[in-house]
């Protein structure tokens, strides 16, 4: 039977949406089938394979720019490959691996353990040093504590306990802690925050490219645009940090997601203060708990100093031929929950 890598542009948006449906949650496969032109920046950049008349496997890109040793660079965040099971071990992914690797744009990703050794058995670079920080508000409101079982369960909610009495005395201190230098904006412009990071990026320092169209298009034109909250500290015209967030709701409650934080991060103090406004306004919004992705170490620093105090491990991944990025990509770097797919649907 005919196999075929067919763009997503070139398919029957009731046959893609069909095989979504049955391929991924009900949830995320309405998200895509809602937004995921806007998610991929375009149906180009999504693909299937064909064996007959059927789509048997899907994936995508999410086209990016990321400044590396002072420069921007084009990338390819790499997301949502599956196989239909009926289709598996007949060597259809390796497909969508020529396809995407042999584009020149660097490929990146957050690999989970099995997928971080995987990668890099096929030439990747993994990145280890990353981390999923919380901030914990009401530790037996929790997805942790509330899902676990058995033995964990048990552990789980003392452990809850215990971090309760600290959680009820550090609300109360964020909540009655006053500062001038710090505001939420309802309609921020793009330009506003493409400034801060034309001041204050690293040389040395990957991270993703933060010009005026990556805001209009990852923010400012997001169909969850009410949805996200802007704060910036110092100077009006010319703020010394911005940060992002997104409110999360399930069964457990609420959580608030730092989506975007950039800044002067030499600045220890100006960025302790901004990551506790944000607390206390998780705290008024009856959030759970605040969640970041980090890979800086002053930042770091910062979040466990701004009550970040619960950690699990994160991984970077990175592909490219050219050996000057290899290296930069291995070294220092600021990745956010809003690269990739971290953010995609809540």
Known sequence: MKIKLERADNISRIDLNAFLKQNFSASKASFLEKHGSWW????????????????AAYCAVIPAKVWINNQSESALWWVDLVVAP????????????REILQRSEIKLGFPNELAAKIHRKHGWGVLEELSALML??????????????????????ILGLAL?????????????KHTNCIREIDSPSAELLAGVFARYKQAGTCTTQRDEAFFQQRYLDSPFRDQYRFYVSGQAETPSHYTITRQAQDQNGKTL????????????????????YVGSQAVKQQAAA???????????ESLRAAGFIIKAKARFCWFSERKEIKTALAGRSHWTLGDSDNDEAL
Request: charged residues 25%; aromatic residues 14%.
């Open 136 to 157: 914990p508000l009401e530790p037996l409101r929790l997805k942790q504590v509330r899902e676990a079982q058995g033995a964990r369960r048990l552990f789980y909610s």
């Open 40 to 55: 991929y920046g375009g149906d180009r950049n999504r693909w299937v394979i064909l064996v007959g008349d059927h789509i």
């Open 86 to 97: 009926q289709y598996r071990g007949q060597g259809l992914q390796s497909i969508f691996d």
């Open 290 to 300: 605040v969640t970041a992705l980090c890979s800086l170490p002053e930042l770091a």
């Open 257 to 276: 997601r730092i989506l975007d934080f950039f800044g002067d991060f030499q600045d220890r103090y100006a960025t302790r203060e901004l990551l506790r």
């Open 164 to 176: 309760s009495a600290w959680a009820r005395w550090y609300k109360f201190r964020l909540l009655h």
